[in-house]
């Protein structure tokens, strides 16, 4: 008999083992990057990305680069994606949400740099078609808001000149054609690699679009370059736990950066790989988001399959948890998850115990062909007719995130967030709302300043479209948005009405919020018999 080596992949070099300083001296001037990562600081490639910051500082080289991403990249303090939002480092951003990484955000707000925020399955579903060399993506998902070519083409600045898609007809339907573009070099973070560089993902909390990303690139003739925990033997990592298989593989670095999330160095319970444990988590703070995150739970069903954007949209998971019947429907996460309890903060893009976890392209191939019952997503801003924004705000570019993905075909939609911002105070006692300090500015305006949800797109689909405040709820109409009700304790002119940029349609006296969601104890919410849940939108 021939002996063989335990997995051999018929790869093996001697120079796959990089340091950080060697691997970035490979990226040229004008290259366009592919970073991973898949929120926070999820699967950053973090070391690569600050090795890269110290040859720009030390060199001023590589110039110009075009630099890809999908989700915000980052911890608010510098870390992620703000390594290198550098002017002349950087010519052009293209991700889907920079709202983590403040020096991204600025130089994007002063058009030092360009900037085109798309929503973020396009770019994860982009990549497969870069990989497949097929002539590009083509989508129905931002039609109708700001992405679109014939609104702001997803520019984030007034530098930015050109968008990246075309609008098409095909069969006398309207798509959005985002044309296929090269890779020269992928930056990646996974967990191991063994010495013919297949890769593992056993630590991380998500897979994301890694595989994508590096098939991309090297069907591109680009560079692959992983940066992982820990090298490991050859046949160390089984066949079936390789996410990245090694001839896709050019070089690697170790990682001086080990977390899992900015605040979670390593939690078995996120990565999917260990039987699940019963979850407890400390139940949320009695205050006006678990008003809001109460009185949207109450629109959900048995059975429902879901998605819960960041913010107070979060909540609802908790909620659920407390009452006793997050079982009895199925969260999932854009970055592949699903089950468990989503994340919230700067875990966000994780949950504890989930039941399963997949790459993220394929689950936004689902949110795309319309799989959502319910979503439950946060606003920056809501207009008379209903459409919403939370691609900006004062001046910040934010970028669309999965919003857009999420909320275009989801049957039925809760948006959750306060009525106005800026250091809102409230008292909650005895099943009644007093506004004790009111927010600075309103988030329901005239006319809002980037469409990230089309309301007459929703209504032709029929759509059933919520937005939850603290004190007030209203819901879509083909006519615009309708008051339906008020807190217990609020005057309607004087903490509804007065406080916002637009009258909206009463067509009868709003009934009064279920005064359970402003006492501290369990409320007893249940959610819907799945009989009832609305038609496919």
């Not at 110009?64 to 939002?85: K, P, S």
């Not at 991700?95 to 399955?121: D, K, M, N, T």
């Not at 996974?190 to 890769?199: F, K, L, R, V």
């Not at 988030?443 to 980037?450: A, D, L, Q, R, T």
Request: glycine share 12%; net charge negative; hydrophobic share 40%.
């Amino acid at each position: 008999m021939i002996p063989l080596d335990a997995a051999p992949s018929g790869r093996g070099h001697a120079d796959l083992h990089l340091t950080p300083e060697a691997a970035v001296a490979l990226i040229a001037d004008g290259a366009r990057v592919a970073v991973g990562g898949t929120g926070s600081l999820l699967q950053v490639p973090e070391t690569l990305l600050a090795a890269l910051e110290q040859r720009w500082e030390r060199d001023h080289s590589p110039a110009g680069l075009d630099v890809v991403h999908v989700m915000g990249l980052g911890d608010h303090t510098g870390r992620g994606i703000d390594h290198i939002a550098i002017p002349g480092l950087v010519r052009r951003f293209v991700g889907s949400h920079f709202v983590l990484s403040p020096r991204q955000q600025s130089v994007i707000a002063r058009g030092e740099v360009e900037a085109v925020g798309l929503p973020a399955g396009t770019i994860s579903l982009l990549y497969r078609e870069i990989a497949a060399r097929r002539p590009g993506l083509f989508t129905d998902i931002g039609l109708g808001t700001f992405v679109d070519p014939r609104q702001q083409w997803g520019r984030m600045n007034a530098g930015t000149t050109e968008g990246l898609s075309e609008l098409v007809t095909v069969r006398g339907e309207e798509w959005l054609f985002y044309p296929r573009f090269d890779i020269d070099v992928a930056l990646l973070r996974a967990t191991e690699a063994d010495p013919d560089g297949n890769i593992g993902m056993d630590d991380e909390a998500a897979l994301g679009d890694n595989l994508a990303i590096a098939q991309a690139a090297h069907n591109s003739g680009g560079t692959v370059l992983v940066e992982v925990k820990r090298l490991v033997g050859r046949g160390a990592i089984p066949a079936n736990r390789v996410r990245i298989p090694g001839p896709l593989v050019d070089h690697v670095v170790v990682t001086g950066y080990p977390n899992q999330t900015p605040v979670t160095v390593t939690d078995p319970r996120r990565t999917g790989t260990t039987a699940n444990r019963p979850t407890e988590v400390e139940p949320l703070p009695f205050d006006q988001r678990k008003v809001v995150a109460r009185r949207a739970a109450m629109e959900l069903h048995e059975g429902d399959l879901a998605n819960l954007g960041v913010g107070m949209a979060n909540g609802i998971s908790y909620v659920a948890l407390e009452e006793g019947f997050l079982d009895r429907f199925t969260l999932t996460v854009e970055q592949g998850i699903f089950g468990g309890l989503p994340g919230v903060g700067l875990d966000s893009g994780t949950a504890i115990n989930p039941s399963a976890v997949v790459d993220m392209p394929g689950q936004f191939d689902l949110y795309d062909g319309g799989a959502l019952d319910f979503a439950g997503l946060a606003y920056a801003e809501v207009d008379r007719r209903g459409n919403v924004n939370v691609a900006a705000a004062g001046g910040k570019p934010i970028g669309p995130g999965g919003f857009i993905d999420i909320s275009q075909k989801a049957r039925t939609i809760v948006f959750c967030g306060t009525l106005r911002g800026g250091g809102l105070e409230v008292r909650l006692d005895d099943g009644k709302l007093t506004i004790t300090r009111e927010g600075r500015y309103p988030k329901f305006v005239p006319e809002v300043s980037h469409i990230s949800f089309s309301a007459e797109r929703a209504c032709r689909r029929g759509q059933r479209v919520l937005y939850v405040t603290e004190r007030a709820v209203f819901r879509l109409t083909g006519e615009g948005v309708e008051l339906i009700e008020i807190a217990p304790g609020a005057d309607l002119r004087r903490d509804v009405l007065d406080r916002m940029g637009f009258v909206p349609l009463m067509r009868s006296e709003p009934r009064p919020m279920d005064p359970r969601l402003f006492r501290p104890e369990p409320a007893g919410l249940k959610p819907h018999p799945s009989t009832e849940r609305p038609q496919h939108a």
